[in-house]
């Protein structure tokens, strides 16, 4: 069950999953890269976490 679902905004350097395996809804980023939490929702009794990759 999805409680919680993590939403990333205008993603520059995420590699999609998606080309492997089309049910899969994940995007990996290399270790060490850093996000901003933008906004935190409640949506239909789930918690939505909106998320920007951080430039320094």
């Known amino acids: 069950m999805d409680d919680v679902r993590l939403v990333i905004q205008n993603a520059k350097n995420g590699v999609d999953l998606k080309g492997y395996n ?17 906004d935190i929702q409640t949506v239909e009794d789930k918690l939505l976490i909106i998320l920007e990759e951080y430039d320094e």
Do not use: P
């Open 22 to 38: 089309d049910s899969e809804q994940e995007v990996l980023y290399k270790r060490g890269t850093r996000f901003k939490v933008i």
